[in-house]
């Protein structure tokens, strides 16, 4: 996915409709943004070579964390104390946010690291592993020890998911499937076919029950995680889905396209609610802040956006 869509660069930036003016958050493509889980500053990830923290409102830079190469993935501790990272030199390192500070770098991988993910209990780093890997590792917060190694991927692994409890660990890969892993046993615990090409990132609701996955095949798809099996198809992008994030009261789905929009869907009736657009270029992240109130995006125009999700219906 990365090592093809990672050459776009636009430097044109337009009023998202819908949103906030865009920032220039980057000078390369911006392939993650994630929220401390108390909303008030979030993240980005960027090919720059960089990951950044900055304050949500107003909308400060606040620290930079330099890579040797881009950086395809930035997630939180549940404390917000700490920000895990994924890189191109099949690294992931773990940062003081509020310092800047590198606290560890976790080797291991044999290729590009794609995806991270904190475990909700904060003691777990997961990560995918990219070309020439194919692997979902397991890594002690606290200590960067290594410890497990979860196979099964044929391809790539873009993107990871902790569910809500923390018992349950999703991944997604170019072998066009996602899998579901025991976190406490170390183990496969199903695997979700349906996608007819890469499946770039996944997301749980935050009641559990939901899985939803953004695919090369130009859809996003709901999954019922306890029954394993495909619950919709939802087709309405023009090109390759990158990026999807649940509302935080499960009620609303975005997804972010190489279209160049943000979508917002209603998982329960399986239908779109609004179109955002704005954007210059491939939309590669879409992130919601903790109370609701914003939807943020990144793509290959390097620009942050931000829209108020009240104000979605006169994107369509």
């Given at each position: ?169 999703a991944s997604c890969s170019g072998d066009k499937t996602l899998r579901l892993w025991a976190v406490a046993a170390r183990r496969p615990a199903g695997t ?21 996955s953004g695919s090369q095949d130009k859809t996003v798809r709901l999954w019922d995680v306890a029954g394993r099996t495909e619950l919709a198809a939802l ?82």
């Open positions: 996915m990365f090592t093809a869509v990672g050459l776009i660069f636009s430097s044109f930036v337009a009023p998202p409709a819908g949103g906030d003016p865009p920032a220039k958050a980057h000078t390369d493509n911006i392939y993650a943004v994630a929220f401390r889980p108390d909303g008030r500053q979030f993240a980005t990830a960027s090919g720059d070579h960089t990951a950044r923290v900055w304050d949500a409102a107003p909308l400060t830079p606040r620290a930079t964390l330099r890579h040797p190469g881009p950086v395809y993935d930035a997630a939180w501790s549940p404390d917000g104390k700490v920000l895990a990272t994924a890189a191109a030199d099949k690294a992931v390192r773990v940062w003081d946010p509020a310092s800047g500070t590198l606290l560890r770098t976790l080797t291991g991988h044999t290729g590009p690291v794609y995806g991270a993910a904190v475990s909700p209990d904060g003691r777990l780093v997961a990560s995918g592993g990219g070309e020439g890997d194919h692997t979902v590792r397991l890594w002690d917060a606290a200590t960067g020890a290594p410890v497990a190694t979860l196979t099964g991927h044929t391809a790539a692994v873009f993107g990871l998911a902790f569910a809500p409890d923390g018992k349950t660990l979700l076919s349906g996608h007819r090409s890469d499946v770039y990132r996944c997301a749980f609701s935050p009641d559990g029950k939901l899985l939803a087709p309405d992008h023009k090109d390759p889905v990158y990026g999807v994030a649940f509302s935080p009261d499960g009620k609303l789905l975005a997804s972010a396209g190489g279209d160049q929009a943000v979508r917002v869907w209603d998982p329960a009736a399986r239908k779109p609610v609004a179109k955002l657009t704005g954007a210059g270029d491939a939309v590669y992240a879409v992130a919601w802040a903790p109370d609701g109130s914003v939807i943020a995006a990144g793509g290959a125009d390097a620009a942050l956006r931000r829209y108020p999700p009240g104000r979605a219906g006169a994107a369509r």
